[in-house]
C-alpha cells in the first residue's frame, strides 16, 4: 500500500467502519422481519393445515419483500467502499 497521510488513513479507515456498519445494523432488520414472518407462518400452518401450500407462497414472498432491505443495505455498504 502506498504512504498515506494521517488525514487519509483516517479517511479510509472512517470508509471501512461506515461500511461494515452499514451493513451490520442494515442486516438486522431483515433477519427480525423473516424471523417474523416464518414464526406466524408456521402458527398459522399448524391451526390451518390445508392451507400449507398457499402460506408457502405467501411467506415466501413477504420474506423476498424482506430481504431486499437487507440488499439495499448491502449496495450502501459497496458504495461506501467504492466511491
Do not use: C, N, W
Not at 402460506?55 to 424482506?66: D, H, Y
Request: aromatic fraction near 4%; avoid cysteine.
Amino acid at each position: 500500500m502506498a504512504d498515506l497521510s494521517m488525514a487519509q488513513a483516517v479517511a479510509e479507515s472512517a470508509k471501512y467502519l461506515g461500511a461494515g456498519l452499514a451493513m451490520g445494523i442494515g442486516a438486522m432488520g431483515p433477519a427480525l422481519g423473516e424471523g417474523h414472518i416464518g414464526q406466524g407462518a408456521m402458527e398459522a400452518m399448524a391451526r390451518q393445515p390445508e392451507m400449507v401450500s398457499t402460506l408457502t407462497t405467501r411467506m415466501l414472498l413477504s420474506q423476498a419483500v424482506t430481504e431486499s432491505t437487507g440488499l439495499y443495505s448491502l449496495l450502501i455498504a459497496f458504495m461506501i467502499l467504492l466511491f
